[in-house]
Every structure is written in structure tokens, then in C-alpha cells.
């Protein structure tokens, strides 16, 4: 029930806050937040060194960020590819 509690509350999060730069703010916080979490079950619970996931997350951002400035793409249709470039370099 809680749970279901906070991504409601999450979901209104963009209804609420009006202005552009604290909704960017916010959207960063819960980005990092949840690369933090995976670090944190990865590296602190399982005492596992692993940079992978730090790696995927960078060439997603990497490659979306670099469609959109280099190559004019539209950030609706970057993104979809800064999630599969990693996806495609797994192996």
C-alpha cells in the first residue's frame, strides 16, 4: 500500500511543481538516486565490485546526449536509442 502511496505521489510531482528548472532538479535527484540504490545492493549487500551497470548507464546517457547535440535528433526519439546502445553492447 505504501508503495502504491509513493508512485502516486511521484506521478502528481509534475502537476505540482511548475517550474521547469526544480521538475529537472527533481528528475535528477531520482535518476541518481535509483543509480545510487543499484550501487548500493551491488557493492554494499553482495560485496560485489561491479562497474557495469555504471558503464550502461553512461553509454545510454552518452549516446542519447550526443544524437541530440551533434546530429539535431529530437530528445523524444534519442532516447529510445540511449536505451538500446547499451542493450546492443552487452555482449
Known amino acids: ?8 505521489g511521484l506521478a502528481l510531482v509534475p502537476l505540482a511543481v511548475r517550474d521547469s528548472f526544480f521538475l529537472n532538479a ?3 535527484v531520482f535518476l541518481l538516486g535509483t543509480a545510487a540504490l543499484g550501487w548500493n545492493l551491488i ?3 553482495a560485496g560485489q565490485l561491479s562497474f557495469g551497470h555504471a558503464v550502461f548507464f553512461g ?3 552518452y549516446t542519447s546526449s550526443v544524437l541530440l547535440t551533434r546530429h539535431g535528433v529530437w530528445p523524444w526519439w534519442a532516447a529510445p ?3 538500446r546502445w547499451p542493450w546492443g553492447c552487452r555482449w
Open 1 to 8: 500500500m505504501s508503495l502504491l502511496l509513493l508512485v502516486a
Open 26 to 28: 527533481a528528475i535528477h
Open 43 to 45: 557493492g554494499g549487500y
Open 59 to 61: 553509454v545510454g546517457a
Open 81 to 83: 536509442w540511449g536505451r
